[in-house]
Each structure stands twice: as C-alpha cells, then as structure tokens.
C-alpha cells in the first residue's frame, strides 16, 4: 500500500488556504495500487466520507479521495459549477499521472461524476452511482436551496446543519449510531459559509443529465439506501432506468442505510464498488498504477 499523500483531514476543517498536495489543487488520499478509483463525497462533507472504501480497497485498487474545492482541506475555487468541480477531478488525474480512472460520487458527488462523464468519457473506465439523482432541480428545490442560502448568509453553517442533518443518515443508524450524527455535524460545521453557499449554487444550477445518463458505456454501479429520505431507491432506479439497455450495470439497494450508505453500511457499499471494479477490470488485465 502506497502512504497517503496527505493526511486524512480533522473532523472538522477549519477554512483551508491552500492544497497541501501541492501537484493537484485538490487535497486528496492516494492509497493503494492497481486500477484508479476515485470517490467523491456528497455536500456538505469532505473525503472522510469514503474513509472505510478507501482502507479497504486499496488492495485491490488506487484509490483517489480528494475534498472537493473549498470542502475538507481543499482550497476554495471561483464560484465553482458541477463542470468546473468536474474539471478538478480531471486536474487531479492528470497531476497523478492516471489516463483511466472508475469514478463514484455520492449525491453531489454523483452530479460531479455525471460532468466527468459528459466532459471527459474517455478517461473513465466505470462510474458509481450513489444516493444521488440525474434531474436538475425543479423550481421547489431552487427555491428550497436560496432559502437556505439566506439563512446560510445570516446563520453561516448552523443553517444547513439544521437543515440538513435530520435527513442525512436513515431511522436505523440514528437510533444505533448517535456518534455518526455527531461527526456529521462536525464535519458540516467545520465547513465555510462561502464553501456552502458555492455549493448550494453549484447544485441549484446545475444541468439535468438524463441525456447524460443515456450515453453512458461503460460498467456502473446505482446504489441507494433503503432508509434514504433525500433520493430514495425509486429516484436511483429512474437513473438506473435511464441508462442504456445494453450497460453492464449493478443496481442495489443497502437496508439499514440512508443517504450515506458508505458511513451507515460500510462493507456494503464496499463490496459493491469491489463488484465494479471487478467488471470494469477483470483481475487478469487491472493495468498496474
Ligand atoms: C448531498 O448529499 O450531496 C446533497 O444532499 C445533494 C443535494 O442537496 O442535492
């Protein structure tokens, strides 16, 4: 297992000034050798999200788990949109020396991975499809999110934390797990206003990818929680419906989870995203990374 290049970040970030990682603008893991696989955290997090994925897999892969611009410990970006935090990923594989790469996103980071897709297909071997949805916002959401983003101007992170975190993990997890809850908030306080309200925009805006979805080739994995009450297992199975009939694709639905199935179940999410690796680079030709 290679060291990481950088070390897993606090809890809690305080706002960050630059990238440590120095080739890459964004702060990221690098663990493991074999095929790339890089995993994008949802909103509004940062890539401690992916911590058990990323132990467990790096025997079996090169995992690639940077903190979206602004978020963890990851310098802001300009007013970034989904293309432009698509474009980061593209930066971080090139910085790390990867032409191919299996990229899975959770809710915004699955929006990200849609972009990657529609910017740059060619370097992606497989994508995962995690507790996120390919329609734009209708107006209710926009509206839901300059609410929020008000409330984010006069509260700061307060407003999402309140907003937000009821709805994060599923009923099972917080009636068993209250320190998820805790990190949670921890890691949603420790978030800069300006990083949320970038997010927030960058979400309210971006595009639908439905066309998106339907050109997709290559192997993928749609994976929502039974418990998730933000895109529940039917807004996962349009995406899955959406894709093209011939697309090698797993579709799975974790019990016990909500819209983090890869904090609430872990080994779940694991054995999942191992399955697409697996189809995306069967043992006999995984290219050495
Ligand atoms: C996320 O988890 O990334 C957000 O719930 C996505 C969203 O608000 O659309």
Same mark, same amino acid.
Request: no cysteine; charged share 25%.
């Given at each position: 297992m290679s060291p990481l290049s950088s070390a897993p970040p606090p809890l809690a970030s305080p706002r960050?000034?630059?990238?440590?990682? #120095?080739?890459?603008?964004l702060a990221h893991d690098d663990v493991g050798r074999g095929p790339a696989l890089v995993l994008l955290h949802g909103f509004p997090l940062d890539r401690s999200l992916w911590r058990h994925q990323r132990d467990a897999l790096a025997t079996r892969a090169r995992c690639l788990v940077p903190d979206l611009p602004g978020f963890g410990a990851s310098a802001t970006a300009d007013r970034p949109d989904v293309d432009a935090l698509a474009e980061t990923v593209r930066a971080l594989l090139d910085a790390c020396g990867i032409e191919r790469a299996v990229i899975a996103g959770l809710s915004m980071g699955g929006y990200v991975a849609m972009a990657c897709w529609r910017r740059f297909?060619?370097?992606?071997a497989g994508l995962g499809f995690l507790a996120t949805r390919m329609e734009a916002d209708d107006d209710d959401a926009r509206a839901r999110r300059d609410a929020l983003a008000s409330r984010v101007r006069t509260e700061g992170a307060t407003a999402v934390v309140d907003a937000m975190l009821p709805g994060l993990l599923g009923r099972s997890s917080r009636r068993r797990r209250p320190e998820l809850e805790r990190e949670l908030s921890s890691v949603m306080h420790g978030t800069a206003a300006s990083t949320i309200l970038d997010g927030l925009r960058a979400m309210r805006d971006r595009p639908d990818s439905t066309g998106t979805i339907g050109t997709v080739t290559v192997p993928t994995l749609v994976l929502s929680g =039974?418990? =998730?009450?933000?895109?529940?297992p039917p807004v996962l199975g349009r995406l899955a419906a959406a894709l093209p009939p011939d697309t090698a694709r797993l579709e799975s639905v974790v019990t016990g989870? #909500?819209?983090l199935p890869c904090l609430e179940r872990p080994a779940a999410v694991t054995l999942a995203l191992a399955d697409l690796l697996d189809r995306c680079f069967p043992l006999h030709d995984a290219p050495a990374a």
């Open positions: 960050p000034e630059a990238s440590p990682t #120095g080739a890459s603008a297909p060619e370097r992606i =039974d418990e =998730d009450v933000l895109t529940p989870a #909500g819209h």
